[in-house]
T-cell receptor, first 112, second 115 residues
Framework: QKEVEQDPGPLSVPEGAIVSLNCTYS??????FMWYRQYSRKGPELLMY????GNKEDGRFTAQVDKSSKYISLFIRDSQPSDSATYLC????????????FGQGTTLQVKP | DAEITQSPRHKITETGRQVTLACHQT?????MFWYRQDLGHGLRLIHY???????NKGEVSDGYSVSRSNTEDLPLTLESAASSQTSVYFC??????????????FGPGTRLTVL
C-alpha cells in the first residue's frame, strides 16, 4: 500500500463548478498536509498547507483534513479555466526530516 | 529575487552516456531534493541532501548519484543513462525555518530523453 494515494483523474468540469480533490494516507502520525499546484511544463508550487485536522480557507480554495479517516481534500469553488492544472497532495511526517511524500497528482481541466 | 534554477531545460542523450543535470538555488537553503516525475507515478524522490557533504538515497536512487560541495548546488548524475530514465526531473529546496514549515520550492524542471 502506498503511503499516499490520489486519484490521478483526469477530471474535467465546466467553469463555475465546485471541484473536490482528495487523497488518503496510511500513517496516522503524519501532521503537515499540503496541496501543490503544477501548471503544464512548470514546477509545482505550494497552494495551501494545514497542520493537523480542520479546515483552512484561502479565497476560492479550502483545504480540509480528517485525521480520523486519514483523508485530505481540496475544494475549489467557482472554478475558473485558470485553475486547470495538476494538483498534488503532499504530506510531511512527524519527524523533522524535511521530506515530503507526494500523491500521484490529479489533472484538472476547467472548460469555459 | 532568490530562485532555484535547473539546466539544461531539455536534454537528449544516448543509452550508456553519463549525464549531469544542474540545480542551483540562491535561498541559502540547507535541504535540497531531486525528484523524477512520470505519468502514473507522481513525484518520486531520487536523492536528497541536508547540507554540504551530506547526501541520502531516496526511493528510486539506482543509477543516479549526487554530490554537495556547497550550499547552492546539487548536481544529479546519471552514471550510464538508460531508456527507463527518460523522465522530467525536478530539483527542490527547503529550509524548516523559512516559508510554510516544510514547504519545498521547485525548479522549472529538466526534460530528459534517453534514446
Amino acid at each position: 500500500q502506498k503511503e499516499v494515494e490520489q486519484d490521478p483523474g483526469p477530471l474535467s468540469v465546466p467553469e463555475g463548478a465546485i471541484v473536490s480533490l482528495n487523497c488518503t494516507y496510511s500513517n496516522s502520525a503524519f501532521q503537515y498536509f499540503m496541496w501543490y499546484r503544477q501548471y503544464s511544463r512548470k514546477g509545482p508550487e505550494l497552494l495551501m498547507y494545514t497542520y493537523s485536522s480542520g479546515n483552512k480557507e484561502d479565497g476560492r480554495f479550502t483545504a480540509q483534513v480528517d485525521k480520523s479517516s486519514k483523508y485530505i481534500s481540496l475544494f475549489i469553488r467557482d472554478s475558473q479555466p485558470s485553475d486547470s492544472a495538476t494538483y498534488l497532495c503532499a504530506i510531511h511526517g512527524s519527524s523533522n526530516t524535511g521530506k515530503l511524500i507526494f500523491g500521484q497528482g490529479t489533472t484538472l481541466q476547467v472548460k469555459p | 529575487d532568490a530562485e532555484i534554477t535547473q539546466s539544461p531545460r531539455h536534454k537528449i542523450t544516448e543509452t550508456g552516456r553519463q549525464v549531469t543535470l544542474a540545480c542551483h538555488q540562491t535561498w541559502n537553503h540547507n535541504n535540497m531534493f531531486w525528484y523524477r516525475q512520470d505519468l502514473g507515478h507522481g513525484l518520486r524522490l531520487i536523492h536528497y541532501s541536508y547540507g554540504v557533504h551530506d547526501t541520502n538515497k531516496g526511493e528510486v536512487s539506482d543509477g543516479y548519484s549526487v554530490s554537495r560541495s556547497n550550499t547552492e548546488d546539487l548536481p544529479l548524475t546519471l552514471e550510464s543513462a538508460a531508456s527507463s530514465q527518460t523522465s522530467v526531473y525536478f530539483c527542490a529546496s527547503s529550509d524548516p525555518g523559512r516559508g510554510a514549515g516544510n514547504e519545498q520550492f521547485f525548479g522549472p524542471g529538466t526534460r530528459l530523453t534517453v534514446l
